[in-house]
């Protein structure tokens, strides 16, 4: 049987070199190459299928559970849709070939007979139209009250409807997997932020038991999100393997990414602030409405309580209360994209406060500091927050905000991170043949892990860097693990890192005495392994200034952006800054440009990567990261910070758009097209 054998060299060293080996560069021996027939209807009857491997054959599905008016539904996603599909791109049936074109030729032995029935497309109807699927009594599969009610008549009440569009998260390597099956054990290697998700959910889905599912991370060209669990088309992958004794590649074109990937965002949120002529809060309102898509699977059942839970932010607030649904509609589901509810969250109540701003006339900055949190603070919707007052004034200062403010049109954001660090991490080091080797739960995607890896084994054995290793992320490697999203890693992953290295040196000491020294540890042989679960809160702040300007052709863009983030003990500075940099690319984009639009009838209109509206390099603001050290609990001190652009920048951004051409904005994308049109933009505004 075909297998795959790496070459373990330095992933840095291999990504400069060129070296990089991802999914659709394996190449095994007989492997054939599998194409997905999707529907063309966002929402239809299947009457028939015929050719291929189709939903008759494979009856696997994905468990996902919601909650509609008669409590928890079970909505089963299936890898092959038999009887019906509920959005264009839904698989329907597969096909096998000896390479990809081959495979996309044998499409046209597929026949499926579709009954076309009119889709839910728009989520604030989604209520009142008919259930998508037959047996649920609404289109309700989510719904949660955080906080208590109230009645207040404040002196000032602000209240505003904001939306954020939905998003492609568009990693530069699309999706995919290639499976091998030896007739006892499934071996999957896979772009992928947790091979430990993907093992459970195909064991899951294949009815195998967990040991019999091997899952090994091959290079992974960026996620955000969108690889953190499985797939109609890896289960679908998998079961070929099996049937066919071959190998079997599934590599997503770009239009597949498009149509049948995960999305993000899709929120609508109406917030309602009640505060005194000072600007003084004295209690907060919210509503979140979730277009969770045709399947609760990937977010769309637990997304709209954590983004409720969060809304309050940094801020002191005697009272809040929030109410939040998710809906299904005909679309791909909805899924975590950077950030994942929290940049919703701070767009939802950093907006809120600029109204509240404008209508005290108190200046935006001050505004946030009288109602920054003094001391460790529970809100009244759950949700801990850290002391933000002092933080908020050092941003200011490092801003230099009180000088500019008189003569620049500055938009402002404060916030809070919530790192997805509760779960815990694994962390696994081995001394062998001279060599530190390392295993962390979390896979890597382009964050550069083995560079902080290496910095903090070495600064715990006291060995050379150079003879440190971070192995590829493999279930067969280490224990067990939970992923790389949620700007966790570096603190749960570190952790698990340094407390590893810690109980191996430990061993090493107590078998050599006084013999012990680096030199004596790489001569031996040791292995130690942890689950890292932090006790203490890890939410940390941020601050963004953004500025905007007018070009010479008379379009809006915004022109800077300066960050405050507390990263903690930062374990690579350069790292940080090509992480922010990166995060606040993607912020800009969903400001100015990115959605993902349906028309009426559920058709993809921004079907190709031109249409998605990605940031091009002509429209990069001008950058200022700067980050504060206050150190965390963790033994190594750090704090998370990958989500933090994409949390602070939009609503800092959107307000300097604001202010620079005189309109409020409340819906994301701004959309030049529509400014051109309202006539904000052209020859009359220069």
Same mark, same amino acid.
């Given at each position: 049987?075909a297998s795959a054998e790496f070459d373990e060299e330095d992933p840095e060293e291999r990504f400069v070199r060129g070296r990089g080996r991802y999914v659709d560069d394996l190449k095994l021996e007989g492997?054939?190459?599998?194409?997905?027939?999707?529907?063309?209807?966002?929402?239809?009857?299947?009457?028939?299928?015929?050719?291929?491997?189709?939903?008759?054959?494979?009856?696997?599905?994905?468990?996902?559970?919601?909650?509609?008016?008669?409590?928890?539904?079970?909505?089963?996603?299936?890898?092959?849709?038999?009887?019906?599909?509920?959005?264009?791109?839904?698989?329907?049936?597969?096909?096998?070939?000896?390479?990809?074109?081959?495979?996309?030729?044998?499409?046209?032995?597929?026949?499926?007979?579709?009954?076309?029935?009119?889709?839910?497309?728009?989520?604030?109807?989604?209520?009142?139209?008919?259930?998508? +699927?037959?047996?649920?009594?609404?289109?309700?599969?989510?719904?949660?009250?955080?906080?208590?009610?109230?009645?207040?008549?404040?002196?000032?009440?602000?209240?505003?409807?904001?939306?954020?569009?939905?998003?492609?998260?568009?990693?530069?390597?699309?999706?995919?997997?290639?499976?091998?099956?030896?007739?006892?054990?499934?071996?999957?290697?896979?772009?992928?932020?947790?091979?430990?998700?993907?093992?459970?959910?195909?064991?899951?889905?294949?009815?195998?038991?967990?040991?019999?599912?091997?899952?090994?991370?091959?290079?992974?060209?960026?996620?955000?999100?969108?690889?953190?669990?499985?797939?109609?088309?890896?289960?679908?992958?998998?079961?070929?393997?099996?049937?066919?004794?071959?190998?079997?590649?599934?590599?997503?074109?770009?239009?597949? +990414?498009?149509?049948?990937?995960?999305?993000?965002?899709?929120?609508?949120?109406?917030?309602?602030?009640?505060?005194?002529?000072?600007?003084?809060?004295?209690?907060?309102?919210?509503?979140?409405?979730?277009?969770?898509?045709?399947?609760?699977?990937?977010?769309?059942?637990?997304?709209?309580?954590?983004?409720?839970?969060?809304?309050?932010?940094?801020?002191?607030?005697?009272?809040?209360?929030?109410?939040?649904?998710?809906?299904?509609?005909?679309?791909?589901?909805?899924?975590?994209?950077?950030?994942?509810?929290?940049?919703?969250?701070?767009?939802?109540?950093?907006?809120?406060?600029?109204?509240?701003?404008?209508?005290?006339?108190?200046?935006?900055?001050?505004?946030?500091?009288?109602?920054?949190?003094?001391?460790?603070?529970?809100?009244?919707?759950?949700?801990?927050?850290?002391?933000?007052?002092?933080?908020?004034?050092?941003?200011?200062?490092?801003?230099?905000?009180?000088?500019?403010?008189?003569?620049?049109?500055?938009?402002?954001?404060?916030?809070?991170?919530?790192?997805?660090?509760?779960?815990?991490?694994?962390?696994?080091?081995?001394?062998?043949?001279?060599?530190?080797?390392?295993?962390?739960?979390?896979?890597?995607?382009?964050?550069? +892990?083995?560079?902080?890896?290496?910095?903090?084994?070495?600064?715990?054995?006291?060995?050379?860097?150079?003879?440190?290793?971070?192995?590829?992320?493999?279930?067969?490697?280490?224990?067990?693990?939970?992923?790389?999203?949620?700007?966790?890693?570096?603190?749960?992953?570190?952790?698990?890192?340094?407390?590893?290295?810690?109980?191996?040196?430990?061993?090493?000491?107590?078998?050599?005495?006084?013999?012990?020294?680096?030199?004596?540890?790489?001569?031996?042989?040791?292995?130690?392994?942890?689950?890292?679960?932090?006790?203490?809160?890890?939410?940390?702040?941020?601050?963004?200034?953004?500025?905007?300007?007018?070009?010479?052709?008379?379009?809006?863009?915004?022109?800077?952006?300066?960050?405050?983030?507390?990263?903690?003990?930062?374990?690579?500075?350069?790292?940080?800054?090509?992480?922010?940099?990166?995060?606040?690319?993607?912020?800009?984009?969903?400001?100015?440009?990115?959605?993902?639009?349906?028309?009426?009838?559920?058709?993809?209109?921004?079907?190709?990567?031109?249409?998605?509206?990605?940031?091009?390099?002509?429209?990069?603001?001008?950058?200022?990261?700067?980050?504060? +050290?206050?150190?965390?609990?963790?033994?190594?001190?750090?704090?998370?910070?990958?989500?933090?652009?994409?949390?602070?920048?939009?609503?800092?951004?959107?307000?300097?758009?604001?202010?620079?051409?005189?309109?409020?904005?409340?819906?994301?994308?701004?959309?030049?097209?529509?400014?051109?049109?309202?006539?904000?933009?052209?020859?009359?505004?220069?």
């Open positions: 049987m492997m054939l190459h599998l194409h997905v027939v999707r529907s063309p209807y966002a929402r239809a009857r299947v009457l028939s299928v015929s050719g291929g491997i189709t939903g008759k054959e494979l009856k696997a599905t994905m468990e996902s559970v919601g909650e509609d008016a008669g409590g928890r539904s079970r909505v089963p996603f299936p890898a092959l849709s038999a009887d019906r599909v509920n959005y264009v791109g839904q698989p329907v049936a597969a096909v096998l070939g000896a390479d990809r074109y081959e495979a996309e030729d044998r499409a046209d032995e597929v026949d499926v007979q579709y009954e076309a029935l009119k889709p839910v497309m728009d989520p604030e109807k989604a209520l009142q139209s008919e259930p998508i +699927h037959p047996g649920m009594e609404s289109n309700l599969v989510a719904s949660a009250e955080l906080g208590k009610d109230f009645r207040l008549d404040a002196p000032v009440e602000v209240e505003e409807t904001l939306r954020m569009a939905r998003v492609a998260t568009n990693p530069l390597e699309t999706r995919g997997a290639v499976v091998v099956y030896d007739g006892s054990v499934l071996t999957v290697y896979a772009s992928s932020q947790s091979v430990f998700s993907w093992r459970e959910g195909l064991a899951g889905a294949l009815g195998l038991k967990a040991d019999a599912v091997r899952v090994v991370q091959l290079d992974t060209g960026g996620a955000f999100g969108v690889k953190g669990g499985i797939y109609p088309e890896y289960v679908v992958a998998a079961y070929a393997a099996m049937k066919t004794k071959k190998p079997v590649k599934w590599v997503e074109s770009r239009y597949e +990414h498009q149509v049948a990937s995960n999305q993000g965002r899709g929120v609508r949120g109406k917030v309602k602030l009640y505060a005194d002529r000072k600007g003084k809060l004295m209690g907060v309102k919210a509503d979140i409405l979730v277009d969770s898509g045709a399947y609760p699977m990937g977010g769309g059942a637990w997304t709209p309580r954590w983004i409720a839970s969060q809304v309050v932010g940094p801020y002191a607030v005697p009272r809040a209360y929030a109410t939040a649904k998710g809906v299904l509609t005909n679309k791909v589901n909805m899924g975590p994209y950077r950030g994942a509810g929290r940049p919703e969250a701070a767009f939802f109540m950093e907006r809120a406060m600029d109204r509240l701003a404008d209508a005290t006339g108190v200046d935006a900055a001050e505004l946030r500091l009288r109602n920054a949190t003094v001391r460790r603070t529970t809100s009244p919707l759950g949700t801990e927050a850290p002391p933000s007052k002092r933080f908020f004034a050092e941003a200011l200062e490092a801003f230099d905000y009180k000088r500019r403010k008189k003569g620049e049109k500055l938009g402002l954001s404060f916030f809070m991170l919530i790192p997805a660090a509760a779960a815990g991490e694994s962390g696994k080091v081995a001394v062998k043949g001279g060599k530190v080797l390392v295993w962390i739960g979390g896979s890597t995607t382009g964050q550069g +892990h083995a560079t902080w890896v290496r910095t903090l084994v070495a600064r715990e054995l006291g060995v050379p860097a150079g003879s440190i290793e971070l192995r590829r992320s493999d279930t067969g490697a280490i224990s067990g693990g939970v992923g790389s999203w949620g700007s966790r890693t570096a603190i749960v992953g570190g952790g698990a890192v340094v407390e590893a290295s810690r109980k191996l040196k430990a061993m090493a000491k107590k078998k050599l005495g006084r013999r012990y020294s680096a030199a004596a540890l790489l001569e031996g042989e040791y292995e130690a392994e942890v689950f890292f679960k932090p006790a203490a809160l890890m939410n940390s702040l941020g601050a963004n200034l953004a500025t905007a300007r007018l070009t010479e052709d008379g379009n809006a863009l915004v022109d800077a952006v300066e960050t405050f983030y507390d990263v903690g003990v930062p374990l690579n500075p350069a790292m940080i800054e090509s992480q922010v940099a990166g995060g606040i690319a993607q912020a800009i984009g969903e400001v100015m440009y990115e959605q993902a639009l349906y028309s009426e009838d559920g058709q993809m209109l921004t079907a190709t990567i031109a249409d998605a509206g990605l940031l091009h390099s002509t429209e990069m603001p001008r950058m200022k990261v700067m980050t504060s +050290h206050h150190r965390s609990p963790l033994p190594h001190g750090a704090k998370g910070v990958g989500e933090s652009p994409t949390i602070g920048v939009p609503p800092a951004a959107t307000r300097a758009l604001e202010l620079l051409l005189g309109r409020k904005f409340t819906d994301l994308p701004i959309a030049p097209e529509r400014l051109w049109r309202s006539g904000l933009l052209g020859e009359e505004t220069r």
